[in-house]
């Protein structure tokens, strides 16, 4: 099992950057792949990026593309999500998950279904 802890996150005027970070604790977090999603009240969880285990492959939804960049450094156990040009729209809880992967599996994951473990949230609010 891997402990998910996510921080960063905060209140900033649109336009703004916020860095979220989540680090993983437990087992081993390399055969992970991890994703970062979002959830705005009222509302169901949803992607907002997700990276393959070795951190070569990426995926964004088109509403975060060109703003947010998702890394990973495996020898220190962390994800990131890095938000720029943040707008109104951004504001929610952000959640970084876990999906448990074989050594040979390199590909990111978009569903939240396929998740196995999830952090506690980090708010984001984005002034206008």
């Known amino acids: 099992q891997v402990q998910l802890v996510e921080s960063g996150g905060g209140l900033v005027q649109a336009g703004g950057s916020l860095r979220l970070s989540c680090a993983a604790s437990?087992?081993?977090?390399?055969?992970?792949?991890m994703g970062w999603f979002r959830q705005a009240p009222g509302k169901g969880r949803e992607l907002r990026a997700a990276i393959s285990r070795s951190g070569g492959r990426t995926y964004y939804i088109d509403s975060v593309k060109g703003r947010f960049t998702i890394s990973r450094d495996n020898a220190k156990n962390t994800v990131y999500l890095q938000m720029n040009s943040l707008k109104a729209e951004d504001t929610a809880v952000y959640y970084c998950a876990a999906k448990r992967v074989s050594v040979a599996d390199n590909n990111y994951y978009t569903d939240d279904t396929e998740y196995d473990y999830w952090g506690q949230g980090t708010q984001v609010t984005v002034s206008s």
């Open positions: 437990g087992r081993t977090f390399s055969p992970y792949a």
